[in-house]
């Protein structure tokens, strides 16, 4: 398969040598067989009186389990192949000819002809207000990089419930049916318009203790600056600890040891360790 080629629902995109699998599945197959024949033989036996009832219990332990390890290795040969759930566009592949695949390592993306999906990290402050009840009655919307005037309307899909462990956001999935109009291809750049219902507090910041002083009667403040170098800012808090003006979105203060330092001073960001 190359990227770009067309699939159709049940086509065959790739297959591991089944060498081993069908190995596998001979031998469960002759145990199985073997232990049919022995529990056969034991039902004439027992009803004779010539094996024990418990001798007979076991061969037909041994049958069922013979059979439940035979329907295993016949499942696992046929995951040696893998078939195009729906039509479709192969958007990316991984892996070339013959090259070695771990398990649940993927190798092709498969894109659908009719929809497109959209993912944008949500952080974690924010992502208790999507909604999805909400995004259907006001759905968001989205501008793609290569035509920004262009204004596309998205539904709501799914959303990932553990956040990625770089950016600590959580993903949220949003489709839309393929525009005529417009090529798109997988990793294309794109803007998402959304109204989020919010919780009053969620928007609040809350300054930790160690990381403020007081002098002349106004909390301060170690901002680190681009240069890695300490500014000293002024700013408000309410009486819970909450800021109020002083500090823009994204800027770093200095969390503990704020009396241990200077304005000027060159400071270095610490990474905390496994295990501390």
């Known amino acids: 398969m190359k990227s770009g080629q067309q699939v159709k629902a049940g086509q065959l995109l790739a297959e591991l040598i089944p060498t081993d699998y069908q190995a596998i599945e001979y031998a469960k197959k002759a145990s ?5 024949v022995q529990h056969e033989r034991s039902k004439a036996l027992v009803k004779d009186f010539l ?3 418990d001798k007979f219990d076991s061969t037909k332990t041994q049958l069922l389990v013979s059979q439940n390890e035979l329907d295993n290795a016949t499942t696992n040969l046929k995951y040696t192949k893998l078939y195009a759930p729906y039509d479709g566009i192969i958007a990316a592949t991984y892996l070339n000819d013959h090259e070695y695949a ?10 659908s002809e009719d929809a497109i999906d959209v993912v944008m990290a949500v952080p974690e402050r924010l992502i208790g207000a999507i909604r ?4 259907k009655e006001n759905k968001p919307n989205v501008t793609f990089a290569v035509a920004p005037e262009k204004t596309y309307t998205l539904t709501f899909k799914e959303v990932e419930t553990t956040a990625d462990r770089e950016s600590g956001a959580f993903n949220v999935t949003l ?8 090529k798109l291809y997988p990793g294309m750049a794109a803007t998402v318009n959304a ?12 300054i930790p203790a160690s990381a403020t002083w007081q002098e002349q009667g106004k909390h301060w403040v170690w901002v680190v600056n681009d240069n890695q170098v300490l500014d000293k800012v002024s700013i408000e808090l309410s009486s819970q600890g909450e800021l109020i003006t002083g500090l823009a979105d994204g800027d770093q203060i200095v969390a503990s040891g704020v009396t ?17």
Request: glycine content about 4%; proline content about 5%; overall charge positive.
């Open 32 to 36: 199985f067989e073997l232990a049919k």
């Open 51 to 53: 094996i024990s009832q």
């Open 102 to 111: 771990q398990a649940l390592q993927p190798i092709m993306s498969l894109q």
């Open 132 to 135: 999805r009840s909400h995004l």
């Open 175 to 182: 489709t839309m049916p393929r525009p005529d109009d417009l």
């Open 195 to 206: 109204q989020l219902v919010l919780d009053s507090n969620v928007m609040i910041q809350k």
């Open 260 to 276: 241990e330092l200077k304005a000027g001073q060159k400071v270095k960001q610490w990474v905390k360790e496994r295990g501390l």
